[in-house]
């Protein structure tokens, strides 16, 4: 029988540290440009609308929508094996952005373009560090 590995555990960097601590408290956080106003995901130094370099962290309300998705059958590393079938999702969120992510707690079948979905973290063992995803709403 194969080996199972654990799942990737994301290494923060200088720039995306606020994000993931921010998951590790079940806060799903994104930058806000205070030149421009418009959100930005995922994190960069510069406004990617206005270039902008005032750009503060927030957190989102967690409400969004599904804009595409696809069920992957088949997981393209050993550690996801055990979810497949399971769904990839672009979400909206309703504070002004997109995302990729997993499509949690519902099946795979049930998945629809525009269905409401809210913001969801789950646990990788072995390491305090939570993943954003998200679940129908």
């Known amino acids: 029988m194969a080996e199972v590995r654990a799942k990737p555990v994301p290494q923060p960097d200088g720039i995306s540290r606020p994000y993931w601590e921010g998951a590790i408290l079940g806060e799903f956080r994104y930058q806000r440009c205070q030149a421009c106003g418009k959100a930005q995901f995922y994190a960069r130094n ?3 609308h206005c270039h902008g370099r005032e750009l503060a962290w927030q957190v989102a309300a967690g409400g969004g929508r599904i804009a595409s998705f696809s069920v992957i059958h088949r997981a393209p590393i050993p550690a996801f094996a055990g979810d497949a079938p399971y769904v990839l999702a672009l979400v909206d969120l309703d504070e002004g952005f997109r995302f990729m992510c997993n499509v949690l707690r ?10 409401p979905v809210r913001v969801c973290f789950e646990s990788r063992p072995g390491s305090e560090q939570k993943m954003p ?3 129908p709403a």
């Not at 519902?106 to 269905?115: E, W």
């Open 46 to 48: 510069v406004c990617v």
């Open 133 to 135: 995803q998200v679940e």
């Open 106 to 115: 519902c099946d795979p079948a049930s998945v629809r373009i525009g269905m």
